[in-house]
Protein backbone atom coordinates (compact mmCIF):
# COMPACT_ATOMS: atom_id res chain seq x y z
CA UNK A 1 0.00 0.00 0.00
CA UNK A 2 1.33 3.59 -1.10
CA UNK A 3 1.88 5.93 1.92
CA UNK A 4 0.07 8.88 1.46
CA UNK A 5 1.68 12.82 2.97
CA UNK A 6 -0.66 14.35 5.39
CA UNK A 7 -0.99 17.05 2.34
CA UNK A 8 -2.74 14.97 0.15
CA UNK A 9 -4.81 13.08 2.84
CA UNK A 10 -6.39 16.65 3.60
CA UNK A 11 -6.90 17.70 0.38
CA UNK A 12 -8.87 14.39 -0.11
CA UNK A 13 -11.04 15.36 2.66
CA UNK A 14 -11.85 18.61 1.83
CA UNK A 15 -12.97 17.72 -2.06
CA UNK A 16 -14.94 14.96 0.12
CA UNK A 17 -16.44 17.24 2.63
CA UNK A 18 -17.16 19.78 0.03
CA UNK A 19 -19.09 17.40 -2.31
CA UNK A 20 -20.99 16.21 0.87
CA UNK A 21 -22.12 19.42 2.02
CA UNK A 22 -23.66 19.76 -1.46
CA UNK A 23 -25.26 16.91 -1.73
CA UNK A 24 -26.68 17.13 1.40
CA UNK A 25 -28.05 20.48 1.62
CA UNK A 26 -29.89 19.31 -2.41
CA UNK A 27 -31.47 16.16 0.09
CA UNK A 28 -32.57 18.16 2.95
CA UNK A 29 -33.85 20.78 0.65
CA UNK A 30 -35.78 18.70 -1.27
CA UNK A 31 -37.21 16.91 1.94
CA UNK A 32 -38.41 20.39 3.22
CA UNK A 33 -36.19 19.22 6.22
CA UNK A 34 -33.99 22.02 6.34
CA UNK A 35 -33.77 25.59 7.33
CA UNK A 36 -32.45 28.69 4.80
CA UNK A 37 -29.79 29.76 7.01
CA UNK A 38 -28.60 25.84 8.29
CA UNK A 39 -28.58 25.68 4.28
CA UNK A 40 -26.12 28.41 3.96
CA UNK A 41 -24.00 27.98 6.87
CA UNK A 42 -23.70 24.25 5.37
CA UNK A 43 -22.90 25.61 1.69
CA UNK A 44 -20.25 28.00 3.64
CA UNK A 45 -17.96 24.98 5.15
CA UNK A 46 -18.32 23.46 1.92
CA UNK A 47 -17.36 26.40 -0.39
CA UNK A 48 -13.95 27.07 2.20
CA UNK A 49 -13.30 23.49 2.02
CA UNK A 50 -13.07 23.65 -1.68
CA UNK A 51 -11.59 26.91 -1.48
CA UNK A 52 -8.51 25.43 0.81
CA UNK A 53 -8.08 22.71 -1.49
CA UNK A 54 -7.97 25.32 -4.45
CA UNK A 55 -5.19 27.27 -2.67
CA UNK A 56 -3.24 24.32 -1.52
CA UNK A 57 -2.46 23.13 -5.15
CA UNK A 58 -1.08 26.34 -5.97
Given at each position: ???????????????ALTL?MGVA???????????????????????????????EKQ
Open positions: MEKKSIREITSLVFRAVTVLSCLSKLEAQTAVTMLGIGLACGGATLL
